[in-house]
């Protein structure tokens, strides 16, 4: 009984460490699709190209409600897929979160859809200096 037991945890271990290999191959190979298809670009150069670019804010209604970047549109990421088709594919695209996360899988399903001219906030709006706008709702 106990060499059963212990070939049990061998097999569990060697399933869980598969598991988190897997998981860091996807996550690498993830990555380096979205630095292909998107240019992660700073706060500075978003700022400088921002006025020909159309800006799209991924946060909840919520979040962008209590500040947003100056110029954004709101498109959820929760309704991103009905509402994509707002952006015009022949402009730039600037799109941002809280993070890079939700932009990233933003910047990956309009690539999919024809768009081209995607970038990406690199430090996200939780490290943004500039300009903002809140609504009063």
């Given amino acids: 009984m106990p060499d059963l037991l212990v070939s ?38 978003f700022v400088k190209g921002k006025r020909r670019a159309q800006i799209v804010d991924l946060r909840e209604r919520k979040a962008f ?15 991103f897929r009905t509402f994509y088709n707002g952006i015009r594919s022949d402009m730039p695209v600037y799109l941002y979160d809280q993070s890079t996360a939700l932009s990233s899988r933003a910047a990956v399903y309009l690539y999919k859809k024809g768009y081209r001219k995607l970038y990406i906030l690199k430090e996200g709006y939780r490290n943004w200096t500039g300009k903002t706008k809140k609504r009063d709702v």
């Fill in 65 to 79: 409600n209590a500040g947003h970047i100056l110029g954004a549109r709101n498109i959820p990421f929760s309704t």
């Fill in 8 to 45: 049990t945890n061998f097999v569990l271990t060697i399933v869980l460490l598969i598991l988190i290999i897997a998981w860091i191959v996807y996550s690498v190979i993830n990555h380096i699709r979205v630095h292909k298809i998107a240019k992660f670009i700073s706060q500075k150069q």
